[in-house]
Nanobody, 129 residues
Framework: QVQLVESGGGSVQAGGSLRLSCAAS????????IGWFRQAPGKEREGVAH???????SYPDSVKGRFTISLDNAKNTLYLQMNNLKPEDTAMYYC???????????????????????WGQGTQVTVSS
């Protein structure tokens, strides 16, 4: 049974930083694609950082240069470092994972929330102006 548990959310002022953690159990990340998503009230869930099974990271323009995704394989923990936070970053943040294939010239790179099987319970991030 795969379990993902987020932590590290909180309230900060604009310009501040937070680091979210996502501890995984039930499998090892090395064979999975993992990511961070967020959902604000009344809005759809959106991806903010992805780490594919070949080690490549990607970010949408809204957070590029401010957010960094990383993985500690020894601790089976995924991180999201968020710097220069803005009020529009306020949302519930979720980590997600799924099995991924990468071989030859092809790597599967899921980006939509519907593509992910396993989810954490979420951690709230609130940024005040």
């Amino acid at each position: 049974q795969v379990q993902l548990v987020e932590s590290g959310g909180g309230s900060v002022q604009a310009g501040g930083s937070l680091r979210l953690s996502c501890a995984a159990s039930g499998y090892t990340y090395s064979s999975y694609c993992i990511g961070w998503f967020r959902q604000a009230p009344g809005k759809e869930r959106e991806g903010v950082a992805h780490l594919d099974s070949d080690g490549s990271a990607s970010y949408p323009d809204s957070v590029k240069g401010r957010f960094t995704i990383s993985l500690d394989n020894a601790k089976n923990t995924l991180y999201l470092q968020m710097n220069n936070l803005k009020p529009e970053d306020t949302a519930m943040y979720y980590c997600a994972a799924r099995g991924c294939y990468c071989g030859g010239n092809y790597c599967y790179r899921p980006r939509h929330s519907d593509d992910f099987y396993h989810w954490g319970q979420g951690t709230q991030v609130t940024v005040s102006s």
